[in-house]
């Protein structure tokens, strides 16, 4: 299930399908122009919503199920009534806001799915699961203003580039937990060049 059809859904997405029965998409969101500069998406889809433009690009890839869902998500009681429904094995976080994440650590919590929360700042990339990711509050302005300035930043060209390079990582963060669900998480820098730290748990 993934929680947010932006730019780094779009990039990570096309690593996940070989290993998927099935993909569940929400965001609240519509395609601007402006998305096709670090978005993986068909052309064309300007003002429709961001959840049946990723459907599409899913269904041009793999014949594996697709469920848009095109919902504002404002508690983690939504998210647990979709998965009593669903009942995704995994979920994969990279809304682009911090009450939304907070939303979906809570769901996390409550209903013990693996959860991988992925996200980019203007230098720094973290890949990281649900009850160790650190989120800030949300009624901090400071932080409200920096998100905003990022989200602003990470429409432009260049953060395509990021988009690859956290995909690579969350993979990486993906396979292991596949494989022997283990929680791998990391920090990476691209402020000078590509520095990566494998975040260790006490």
Sequence with gaps: M???????????????????????LIDREKVEPVNYDNHIIPKGYEGRRKVTALASL?????????????MNVKTAGQLIELHQQLKPDIAI??????????IV???????GTPT???????????????????????NDERVQEEMRRIRDICTRLEFRGLGAIASGFAYYAFRKWLENESKVAFII??????????????
């Design 2 to 24: 993934f929680l947010g059809c932006g730019f780094l859904t779009t990039n990570f997405l096309p690593f996940i399908l070989p290993h998927a029965s099935q993909v569940i």
């Design 105 to 111: 650590q809570q769901y996390a919590l409550e209903t």
């Design 116 to 138: 991988l929360f992925i996200g980019v700042t203007e230098d720094y990339i973290y890949v990281d699961w649900d009850e160790y990711v650190v989120l800030p509050s949300p």
């Design 189 to 202: 820098s691209t402020k000078d060049g590509i520095s990566a730290k494998e975040l260790r748990r006490c």
């Design 58 to 70: 899913v269904q041009v890839l793999s014949n594996v199920p697709v469920t848009p869902i095109h």
């Design 93 to 102: 976080c990279t809304f682009d806001n911090i009450m939304s994440r907070i």
